[in-house]
C-alpha cells in the first residue's frame, strides 16, 4: 500500500502534450486532487468558462462588495458534473466539505466557502471550477505512458499569478520543455 502511495501523482499537473486535441483538454493543464488504484480525478485549472466568481455568488444569493472578487473567472474543471463546483485552495481551513489533496493544495464543495469569500474571509487565493476530469482506475497510468500527457509538481504561481492562456507554457517550463518545440504543435509564431 505504501508503494502505490508514494505513486500517486496528486498535488501535480497533468499537462496536455500537442496531440492531445479533444476539448476541453486540448492544452489543458489539470491538477490532480485524487490519484489511486481506483482512478483518479483532476481539475483543469486553464480553460476559461462563460462565469465569474460573482455570477456564481448571486446565483447562490450572495452579495459581493469586492469587485476584483465578483470578477474572478470561473473556469471549466473538467467534463463531469459540471453543474457543481469545486473551490481549488492552499490555506486548508475549516470547511463542511473539503478535500486535503497533500500538504498544500485542498478543494472544497461546500457552499460555506463561497459565504466566506463573499463576506471577505475565505482563503486569499482561489480558484473556483466548475465540473472535474476523471480518470478510470489504470486510465491515467496509460495516458501518460502514451505520451498524452507530462506531469509536474504543481505551483501556485501557475495557479494563481500566471495568466490563463500562459498557464498551459508555463505548466511546462516547471519540468524544462517548451510546448512551442514538441512535435505536434500547430500552434503561431
Known amino acids: 500500500m505504501s508503494e502505490r502511495r508514494s505513486s500517486t501523482l496528486a498535488g501535480h499537473f497533468l499537462i496536455a502534450m500537442p496531440g492531445l486535441t479533444d476539448p476541453p483538454f486540448s492544452r489543458g493543464v489539470a491538477l490532480l486532487c485524487q490519484h489511486d488504484e481506483d482512478g483518479a480525478i483532476g481539475l483543469l485549472v486553464n480553460q476559461l468558462s462563460e462565469f465569474r466568481l460573482g455570477d456564481v455568488l448571486a446565483q447562490m444569493k450572495l452579495a459581493c462588495e469586492d469587485p476584483e472578487l465578483a470578477d474572478a473567472p470561473v473556469l471549466i474543471g473538467g467534463p463531469v458534473q459540471q453543474e457543481r463546483g469545486f473551490v481549488l485552495h492552499r490555506e486548508p481551513g475549516h470547511w463542511e466539505a473539503s478535500y486535503r489533496i497533500n500538504d498544500a493544495w485542498s478543494v472544497t464543495t461546500s457552499r460555506d466557502i463561497l459565504v466566506a469569500l463573499a463576506a471577505g474571509e475565505g482563503p ?25 500527457w507530462l506531469t509536474a509538481e504543481a505551483s501556485e504561481r501557475v495557479v494563481f499569478d500566471t495568466p490563463l492562456e500562459e498557464r498551459w507554457s508555463a505548466a511546462a517550463g516547471l519540468v524544462g520543455v517548451d510546448p512551442l518545440q514538441l512535435p505536434g504543435y500547430a500552434g503561431h509564431a
Open 124 to 148: 486569499r487565493q482561489v480558484l473556483m471550477a466548475l465540473g472535474y476530469a476523471g480518470w478510470s482506475a489504470g486510465q491515467l497510468e496509460q495516458e501518460v505512458l502514451d505520451n498524452a
